[in-house]
T-cell receptor, first 113, second 110 residues
């Protein structure tokens, strides 16, 4: 199993550009989520999904959109990138409920100039 | 406000020099506490889950313990390959939020 796969690994955008960060998992996990990691701060939840067709906002959802059409894929869209969105983005999934650990991808490092 | 605080921010040890990392949290109802290891350029990797005060979990040179206000990650006779950032995360009883600490960056010198 590949686990959680994120693409691209690195991306540079100009302010106002849009892009989609891809996330795929092959573990048949119902729960998937997106986090951002910034220096001096803990991982913060952006959006999450508990199954295909179901998404909800996390702690810092502004400026990001998500959709979940399949169990495997959970893309994160930046509609109009801003320098404040410069960060490392992690996708994570888990097998069961709240007691189950998260499985993380290796991240996408995004720079917005 | 529910908070998770890790200390120290950074720790430098000599190989074989045992120490502990701390994760403290505000007491508003803990459902579970997770420890993760993160290597540079990688995503966090799960280590342990602790559910109740007094619980302990061990894996190789690592042992995690939990009290009502904090958790410790004890590292016994560390090796250079234990160098990483260690993250703790708390699952609160109020809703489904998972709050991560900022992490402790551990460096073990040979």
């Amino acid at each position: 199993n590949a686990g959680v796969t994120q693409t691209p690994k690195f991306q540079v955008l100009k302010t106002g550009q849009s892009m989609t960060l891809q996330c795929a998992q092959d573990m048949n996990h119902e729960y998937m989520s997106w986090y951002r990691q910034d220096p001096g701060m803990g991982l913060r939840l952006i959006h999450y999904s508990v199954g295909a067709g179901i998404t909800d906002q996390g702690e810092v959802p502004n400026g990001y959109n998500v959709s979940r059409s399949t169990t495997e894929d959970f893309p994160l869209r930046l509609l109009s990138a801003a320098p404040s969105q410069t960060s490392v983005y992690f996708c994570a999934s888990r097998e069961g409920g709240l007691y189950s650990p998260l499985h993380f991808g290796n991240g996408t490092r995004l720079t917005v100039t | 406000e529910d908070q998770v605080t890790q200390s120290p921010e950074a720790l430098r040890l000599q190989e074989g020099e045992s120490s502990s990392l701390n994760c403290s949290y505000t007491v508003s109802g803990l459902r579970g506490l997770f420890w993760y290891r993160q290597d540079p350029g990688k995503g966090p990797e799960f280590l342990f889950t602790l559910y109740s005060a007094g619980e302990e979990k061990e894996k190789e040179r690592l042992k995690a313990t939990l009290t009502k206000k904090e958790s410790f990650l004890h590292i016994t006779a560390p090796k250079p390959e234990d160098s990483a950032t260690y993250l703790c995360a708390v699952q609160w009883t109020s809703g489904s939020r998972l709050t991560f600490g900022e992490g402790t960056q551990l460096t073990v010198n040979p």
